[in-house]
């Protein structure tokens, strides 16, 4: 679900932006980016997720601890129901909390670390939305950062300092997004721990069956991930607007010019 993960991530940032204050087209994509590529993080706690692998041995340590980490952390608060299992994947990651916490860091080390730290957290987003969407995105948003600096001018990283906050929603946003998404496959997502939930502090939740689908399979690919391929060209700022217009344009009668 990697690229599927990335383009609600995506949608879910474009709709975002507007409302936490990321107003100008650059900040929204910006927000947009790393929401994206954040979409894709809570699979750190797997060793074959491309999240795991992005950086080699530093992403790669980080899944190792995280996985650690969430595996006691399910020892020590499963509930009297809940299954015999690890409690890595899709655990301690794929969580409310872990996403509010990781949210919370993101928007104090923002914050202290200014436009240098705000440009880190945008291009780790990018990088991990780029290992699921394709190599295209790498030179798409070298062009975007282009025209940033040539539009905005001195100004730019002045603009850039200023969604530093925003960027812990961006990241947030990002994680329970993925929740969102791996709650509607199959095996659901334990995103609500540690409220306890038929006997359960890892409760799946999931709708019933016959709206669940499997990752990878037709639903997927054929429904989910074209309908948000559309939502996430049109969500861009200006574009619905854009399309709107010359609709109107194109449909509206011509003007009958009176003859004298």
Known sequence: MGRTHALTGWCA???????????????????????????????????????????????????????????????????PKDERRTGTHRHLSHTVLFAVALGLLTAWGTEAGGHWAVAGVVIFGLLLAEDALG???????????????????????????????????????????????????????????????????????????KLRFRTGKNVENRLVFPVFLVLAVLLVPGVWEFLADNFTRLTSPAEVQAVP
């Open 135 to 209: 190599d295209w995105v790498l030179p798409v948003a070298g062009v975007a950062i282009v025209w940033w600096v040539f539009s905005v001018g001195p100004d730019a990283f002045g603009e850039l300092e200023q969604i530093a906050g925003w960027l812990g929603i961006a990241v947030a946003a990002g994680c329970f997004t993925h929740c969102l998404g791996d709650s509607l496959t199959e095996s659901g997502c334990p995103f609500l721990f540690p409220l306890l939930i038929k006997g359960e502090t890892w409760y799946e939740i999931r709708p019933p069956r």
């Open 13 to 79: 940032g474009l709709g975002l932006a507007p409302v936490v204050g990321a107003g100008t087209v650059h900040q929204a994509v910006a927000f947009a980016a790393t929401t994206a590529g954040f979409a894709l993080l809570p699979d750190l706690d797997h060793p074959g997720a491309r999240a795991s692998k992005l950086l080699g041995p530093i992403t790669g340590g980080l899944s190792w601890l995280l996985r650690r980490a969430s595996a006691g952390l399910y020892k020590v608060t499963k509930g």
